[in-house]
């Protein structure tokens, strides 16, 4: 079976699992379909096509292995360049947003104020303040300005929003581009830059990468989204809190793969484009 068969038939089960009712929320808990348009996300590309060191997203799959992840995903100029699962979980594994959600939200605040339907600056936005402005409920809302224009796959409501991990890649996309995904605009032009500024942790940019625009957006249970607009790259890491023997491991993340984009200015390349090896290993 072929890659594309076998992402196709972990779709159909997904969204099987999904329609029939048991997606993971507990028995009896309420859930609500998001209705997405629950297609393939953005094109493979091999790194070195997308000037990234293969030997960097390696290493950074071990911190992230090393650290407890459940995946690493890494998209760059709108191609997945990466991706590694753990823990028996996929692409299309079900996981709560988080403070994610709160990404969600924002974005969907820039399309209501593209649809003339501004909250108040005082208002923070979420699901009762989008469904008022709206006229709508929020899950119809979400699907119709969200959802489907990115193609992403069903997710729901229970009552936080639980979403298949790897769509998040297409969410980070959109605020590594200024708001648009696979050339459709989803929000408007600078939008994304607000989101970014709002959700991003609040602690000291790390001395051993220089993007001077990389924003961390932390997400459930260790969950953590890297976006670099100015590289159009985007780093996706689920699962639980770091290991304890690990500390620090998601922080190396972002470093080993940045230290791997072999075409940004002040990228420690040596003669032939490539990272130094030696650079490259979690723990030095």
């Known amino acids: 079976m072929n890659q594309r068969n076998l992402f196709s038939l ?22 609500t379909l998001v209705e997405g348009g629950n297609t393939p996300p953005m094109p493979p590309l091999s790194p070195l096509e997308a000037h990234v060191d293969p030997a960097a997203l390696e290493a950074a799959a071990s911190a992230a292995q090393d650290g407890g992840a459940d995946a690493l995903l890494v998209v760059r100029n709108g191609h997945v360049i990466f991706e590694r699962y753990w823990h028996r979980t996929s692409f299309v594994t079900y996981i709560d947003a988080g403070a994610w959600q709160g990404v969600i939200d924002d ?35 979400l699907s119709r300005r969200l959802w489907r224009p990115l193609g992403a796959f069903n997710a729901e409501l229970a009552p936080g929003l639980r979403v298949v991990q790897g769509d998040w890649i297409r969410i980070g996309e ?13 929000v408007r032009p600078g939008w994304a830059r607000r989101v970014l500024a709002r959700h991003t942790a609040r602690d000291e940019p790390s001395q051993l990468v220089s993007a001077k625009d990389l924003y961390r957006l932390p997400g459930a249970h260790g969950g953590e989204m890297w976006v670099v607009p100015s590289l159009r790259l985007v780093i996706l890491r689920t699962g639980e809190e770091e290991n304890a023997g690990n500390p620090g491991s998601n922080a190396k993340i972002a470093e080993l793969v940045l230290r791997g984009v072999t075409d940004r200015p002040g990228s420690p390349a040596g003669g032939e484009g490539m990272t130094d090896p030696a650079m490259l290993v979690p723990a030095h």
Do not use: W
């Open 10 to 31: 972990m779709v159909a089960c997904a969204l099987g699992v999904m329609q029939a009712g048991c997606t993971p929320g507990g028995p009896g808990s309420t859930r």
């Open 174 to 186: 959109v605020l590594a581009n200024d708001g648009v995904y696979m050339g459709e605009e989803i």
């Open 107 to 141: 974005l969907l605040a820039g399309a209501l104020a593209e649809d003339r339907k501004p909250l108040p600056d005082a208002v923070t936005p979420d699901s009762t303040a989008i469904a008022r402005a709206a006229g709508v409920p929020y899950e119809t809302y």
